[in-house]
């Protein structure tokens, strides 16, 4: 059993440690890593049933409050965050969550499944094909009004669904209004926080059935052991990651990560049908 125990720590920590560096380099909080780690881990230890994938998402959201908290403070040292972003977009966000915690609390688990499996999959199109994306020589201004409003909201709503912190949307539209990758990926893990705060939170306090098969020490729909464990490898991490995204190229480790994304998408998909 302690070695079992020692493997589930060890094994959470790797994963916190490649949400963390992913959370500093591309500013996508780390979901993308620890939701799908999460499901394959969580049932070598406890019964497999419907209510494992909310926690991986609960736990991935909680996660990613620390990892872009880290990261946030690593890119800050630099001057990179833009903090008028994330205030006019904060209110958004936040609705946005609520909103699709809400949603979570009574959709299935191979629907949420499905969900995080078409998500990823288009996730990975900016990673394998930015220019697809990211058209050279086509610049837009920063959203404001109903435009922001609608963006950050939908964000929001999408992100709490996947348990991700929404960095890739962020880094996107930012680059998209002639902002630099540095900016835009500092100014996203502040996105991850405000998204993975409330999301953390309402997954926290979401009622679940008292007999339901959940691995130990879990409160609402978040392992603490597995939070405490991811969280100690992603703040050792976070700041390498920004440091990489301040000194490198990331044209090659942004098509890894795609191809990555695509492994897991596929995988997600087999798991749901």
Known sequence: MEIELLWFVLTLCVAGAVAGLTAGLFGNGGGFVVVPALLIVFPMFTEASEELVKVAIGTSLASIVVSSARSVIAHRAKGAVDFEVLKSWSVWLVLGVLGGVGIASFTSANGLKIVFAAGVL???VYFLFPHLVVRPGVHFSMPTGVGRASLAFVLGGFSALLGIGGGTPTVITMVMCRRTIQQAVATAAGVGFLIGLPGALGFLIMRHADNAPLPVGTVGYINIPA??????????????GANMAHNFSEKNLKRLFGIYLVIVSAGMFYKAL
């Open 227 to 240: 939070l405490v464990a991811i969280s100690i490898g992603a703040i050792m991490t976070a700041p390498m």
């Open 122 to 124: 288009v996730y990975s």
